[in-house]
């Protein structure tokens, strides 16, 4: 297409100055580079992600009658030969210490064991039913069926396919033995924390049909039960449990997607467990899947437009 110019001997433009050429691609370097960051920084925090899990050391919290983590390095160092460094560990551990899951064969014979657990039913949307003010401390305060349709009333029924999480604020007193357990002796007469009512459970078997339950104190099951009755209720029909579960505060009611990540150990009935949630509105509010999309479309638009003006002008 041949420019319109104000006279027949004015000579066509082919290109810019030397200075504004030097300008526009210092300006889309410069575009480009913060497009970029974004880009990147996108992928790193803006999933919205939370983990729901303690760290595994030497003070990590087991069931009292187990053994606690060993973790022994067996070689640190550098290969005196080979220049380069190495390191490598052994463990040893009970399956029911830390942040972990209760298959559903720790109390229910014939029912699912930790590897047998779907995906289905490991990656799923939470509830989280919050009595953390009504423990304020206390650890006699065991959740019942009233919490749950008292809940209900607020944010509906709790979905099918769900994972219910009770949240009662125990996990600010990790690891300290005295306070989150009640006692320093791993002594289990001397067990004291909150936990979920059998009553809770039955209304829970009986009513809705969650995948799983956990909370943020060492037992689903009140401390000196004679009779292990929400453990045993929830796990006759596979619900599995996840107890030690962290930072719950962090959590919304309801909208978060949880993905429980057990060792996945064959006929084990529990294993230890990374747990980790995200949250809503890490898409939907700028979260790393729109920014990944915007920002490659705005990189490519950009370098597009810079090579089309230096071309074309
Ligand atoms: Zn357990």
Not at 76 to 102: C, F, M, R, V
Not at 237 to 253: D, S
Not at 279 to 301: E, N, Q, R
Request: charged share 15%.
């Amino acid at each position: 297409m041949v420019p319109i110019l104000s006279g027949s001997s004015a000579p066509r433009r082919r290109g810019l100055k030397p200075a504004h050429q030097s300008f526009l691609i210092w300006h889309v370097l410069v575009v480009s580079y913060f497009l970029f960051n974004s880009f990147t920084k996108g992928d790193q925090t803006d999933l919205n992600i939370v983990d729901l899990s303690h760290v595994f050391d030497n003070t990590t919290i087991y069931w009292v009658t187990e053994p606690t983590l060993k973790l022994n390095v067996t070689y640190n160092g550098t290969s005196p030969d080979k220049n380069y460094w190495y390191q490598k560990e052994e463990i040893s551990a009970a399956t029911h210490g830390g942040t972990h899951l209760d298959a559903p064969c720790h109390f229910a014979k014939g029912r699912w064991c930790v590897s047998d657990i779907p995906l289905t039913h490991l990656v799923v949307p939470a509830v989280v039913v919050d009595i953390s003010s009504e423990v304020n401390g206390n650890p006699d305060v065991h959740l019942s069926s009233n919490h749950l349709i008292e809940w209900e009333k607020i944010h509906g029924h709790i979905p099918d396919r769900s994972l219910l999480l009770i949240y009662t604020g125990w996990s600010r007193f990790w690891p300290d033995l005295l306070n989150y357990t009640g006692t320093e002796e791993r002594d289990k007469s001397q067990l004291k924390f909150p936990s979920i009512q059998p009553e809770a459970a039955s209304w829970l078997v009986a009513n809705r049909k969650i995948v799983g339950i956990g909370l943020d104190t060492m037992s689903v099951d009140i401390p000196n039960s004679t009779f292990p009755g929400t453990h045993v209720t929830l796990m006759e029909k596979n619900i599995y449990a996840l107890e030690n579960v962290n930072n719950l505060q962090l959590m919304p009611p309801t909208g978060a997607t949880v993905f429980v990540m057990p060792m996945n150990l064959k006929g084990a009935s529990g294993a230890p467990c990374r747990i980790f949630a995200q949250l809503p509105g890490g898409m939907a509010s700028g979260g790393a899947g729109y920014v990944t999309f915007g920002s490659s479309l705005a990189l490519i638009l950009a370098v597009a437009v810079g090579l089309l003006t230096l071309t074309r002008t």
